[in-house]
């Protein structure tokens, strides 16, 4: 690469390419393309085009290199039948790519009215904290002119991020990690908690006119979670239950078919609400603080909203968008959580609702490094820990719902042969208990529906006299 200016490297040409979505232009000049390919027949001397580094759209783990700017030399060094070209890298660290783009574009040719538009519009969408002053700089209009061209974008982006405000608030999440899961300042965030009641208003007019919750939160586009919120603010547990549908068991085997799909994602391992709710009715009251240390799918959040309770949730699937309140949060076997302090507050959760992945099982479902992944001393160890540390962070009298089923290593396999080694069974959780200060005051069994086997598998395990696991638990404890 000798003779190269900095920062300039020959790439093979067929590894570049065009990005529509960040591209400002709405049509290729071709006569511009044919006049550069004169140009460079005639052995004129391009500056390099500019690239950033992208996954390649038709196979994501794979590398490439779009254009951020020169499209034109590109078409018209194909042309020529060049195998290689000269690039840039560009690295943008703070701006949008379609921003940078469009400020590259302009320098040689205006874009149109309608470009520029466009351009302001799915940069704003790709980052709604985008003021129009910055947007305007790098489109070459004024502040007013991108104000015009994305009014309706931003009271739809407004109401996504008020409503988020609202949700996670009347979870309980402190201000501060409000600010930081939304990204805005903290006294942003309290001038919108100062707007809430103005917020709520529209659907709790609703819904005293009799409108249904379904009806109120389509309405409005509200998650149905925050509606029932709403819906029930002054009801007691009895009435919420009733409201929602749900039986109480008054016995300790709470068998539920489906999950309620009202409440939660459909997630791996997903647990009913109702099991959720049942958890709440018998061993919190309104107003506690929850925690969800493991959330998934965000049953627990949902349920906690409709209930009057007020939740905490974490795990190390983080989607900012759908699942706001749920927190990142990775409980790393080889880091040292245990030893620092959990949040900066002094509040304790009052519940606990500890939902683990199951031991090996759906390891493939989660995220690399779940602890689903883990070996069988690994996860008994890193649960022990877990359990400490939940003693530790919460309040006096707290209870934890641990909810976990015996494993087995039943698959393919007749139950007299299975090999012990392998298995997890309630009683090592119990040892666990013993070891942590958490003492076992319920065992509630849950079963699991048994659907979960098909006609066919049953015959095959009646077959090999194959025994599996439909049984699960919520253990108690205190
Ligand atoms: C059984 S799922 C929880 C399901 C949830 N109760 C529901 O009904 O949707 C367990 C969750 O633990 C999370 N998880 C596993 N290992 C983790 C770790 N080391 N740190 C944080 N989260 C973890 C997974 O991402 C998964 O969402």
Redesign the pocket.
């Known amino acids: 690469m000798s003779g190269m200016k900095e920062g300039v490297v020959k790439i093979p040409i067929s590894e570049i390419y065009l990005d529509e979505s960040i591209y400002p232009r709405e049509t290729i000049d071709h006569r511009r393309i044919a006049v550069f390919e004169e140009n460079l027949r005639d052995g004129f001397e391009f500056d390099p085009i500019e690239v950033q580094v992208w996954p390649d759209p038709e196979n994501p783990a794979k590398v490439r290199y779009r254009i951020l700017d020169g499209r034109h030399r590109w078409g018209a060094y194909k042309k020529t039948g060049a195998t290689h070209i000269e690039v840039v890298i560009i690295t943008l660290d703070q701006m949008e790519p379609i921003l940078y783009a469009a400020q590259m574009a302009i320098g040689p040719k205006q874009l149109t009215e309608a470009e520029t538009r466009n351009t302001a519009r799915r940069a704003f969408q790709s980052d709604p904290r985008l003021t129009s002053s910055e947007i305007g700089q790098a489109i070459g209009r004024s502040r007013q002119a991108v104000d015009k061209y994305i009014a309706d974008l931003r009271a739809t982006a407004i109401f996504d991020l008020e409503l988020k405000i609202f949700r996670l608030h009347q979870l309980g999440i402190p201000q501060d990690r409000i600010a930081r899961r939304v990204g805005l300042g903290q006294q942003r965030i309290s001038r919108y908690l100062r707007l809430l009641p103005q917020i709520a208003k529209g659907v709790n007019t609703d819904l005293s006119k009799g409108f249904t919750v379904p009806q109120v939160a389509q309405k409005h586009g509200w998650p149905e979670s925050l509606v029932w919120s709403q819906a029930l603010v002054k009801a007691d547990d009895f009435d919420r239950f009733k409201a929602l549908q749900w039986g109480i068991r008054t016995w300790d085997v709470w068998n539920f078919m489906e999950c309620d799909p009202r409440f939660?994602d459909d997630?791996p391992?997903?647990?009913p609400a109702q099991l959720v709710a049942h958890i709440l009715y018998f061993f919190s009251e309104p107003g506690d603080l929850v925690l969800d240390p493991?959330?998934?799918?965000?049953?627990?959040a949902d349920t906690c909203l409709a209930m009057g309770r007020r939740c905490w949730s974490?795990?190390?699937?983080d989607r900012p968008e759908t699942r706001p309140e749920i927190e990142p949060?990775?409980?790393?076997p080889e880091q040292e959580w245990d030893t620092r302090p959990f949040f900066n507050t002094r509040e304790k959760p009052a519940l606990i609702i500890c939902?683990?992945?199951y031991f090996d099982k759906k390891a493939d479902a989660?995220?690399e490094?779940?602890?689903?992944g883990l070996s069988k001393t690994e996860y008994l160890a890193f649960l022990e820990r877990f359990l400490r540390f939940l003693k530790q962070i919460s309040r006096k009298n707290a209870r934890l719902a641990f909810i976990n089923a015996d494993w087995r290593d039943f698959q393919n396999c007749p139950a007299k042969k299975e090999d012990q080694g392998q298995a997890i069974l309630l009683t090592d959780y119990y040892e666990m208990f013993k070891n942590t200060g958490w003492t076992l005051t319920h065992l509630i069994q849950a079963p699991m529906s048994s659907e979960r086997f098909n006609g066919g598998v049953v015959a095959a395990m009646q077959k090999k006299k194959i025994l599996g696991v439909t049984s699960r638990y919520v253990m108690v404890l205190k």
């Open positions: 939660g997630w391992g997903r647990i493991m959330a998934g799918g965000g049953v627990c974490l795990d190390m699937d949060w990775f409980w790393d939902d683990p992945p989660y995220a490094k779940s602890i689903s």
